[in-house]
């Protein structure tokens, strides 16, 4: 079976939402998330995130914060992160370039997704959560087509 890590920087933000969003979409795919950095380890997503999975269905149950570990998590077959500074610091740790994507070269024109995590109120977390689910549903649209 295919596998896919999401990638962000405190993995309670942008990663869990990408990870439910595409567990909600797609069973046949072993998804999973990471953070690039420790900082949240063990927490559950951040308030924004939990909202706006909930107001649209989306389950994050189980979901909790892990640091990324190299080179463990470069057995995944496609590593999708969310920023260039993520993009970078992948490649920085030592992860094989060719599994390394941005979920933004999958749509809405390679933009970076922004960082959510001082965003006030739900209106940043609603176009993150475009964004993000944009992005999956053409990455899974790829994967199925054996792109
Ligand atoms: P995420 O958002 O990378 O989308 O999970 C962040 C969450 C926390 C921090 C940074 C980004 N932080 O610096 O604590």
Known sequence: MKSVLFVCLGNICRSPLAEGIARHLERGVVFDSAGLSGYHRGE???KGTQEIAQKHHISLEGITSRPIAYPKDDSFDLIVCMDSQNYEDLLERGFSK???KKLGDFGFGG??????YYYV???GFERVYVMISEGVKNLLESIKEGK
Request: hydrophobic share 20%.
């Open 121 to 123: 109120g739900l209106e």
């Open 98 to 100: 060719e599994k390394i």
């Open 44 to 46: 559950k997503p951040c």
């Open 111 to 116: 933009e970076d997704v922004p960082d959510p």
